[in-house]
C-alpha cells in the first residue's frame, strides 16, 4: 500500500472512530431526557437546555475528529 492509500485508510479511521462515540453519547442523552420526561413532565424546560447542551458538547468530539481528518487528508 503506498502513502497515499495510507492516508485515506488513516482518514477514514480517524472520522469512523471519532463519530463513533459522540454518536452513542447523543443516543443516550436522548434516551435519558425522555426517560426523565416521562418520569417528570413539569421539568421539560430544564430537561430540554440539559438535554441541548450535553447533545452540542457531545457533538464537539466529532466536529474534532472532523477537523484532525481534514488535517491528515489535506497534508
Known amino acids: 500500500m ?3 492509500g495510507l492516508k485515506a485508510l488513516a482518514v477514514a479511521l480517524s472520522i469512523g472512530f471519532g463519530t463513533l462515540a459522540p454518536a452513542i453519547a447523543i ?3 436522548g434516551s435519558r ?3 426523565a420526561l416521562g ?6 424546560s ?5 438535554m441541548i447542551l450535553s447533545i452540542a458538547f457531545a457533538e464537539a ?6 477537523v ?3 488535517i ?4
Request: charged share 25%; glycine share 4%.
Open 46 to 50: 430544564a430537561i430540554r437546555t440539559t
Open 33 to 35: 431526557a425522555m426517560e
Open 39 to 44: 418520569r417528570n413532565p413539569e421539568a421539560e
Open 68 to 70: 484532525v481528518a481534514l
Open 2 to 4: 503506498d502513502s497515499e
Open 61 to 66: 468530539v466529532a466536529i474534532y475528529a472532523l
Open 72 to 75: 491528515l487528508k489535506f497534508t
Open 27 to 29: 443516543g443516550m442523552i
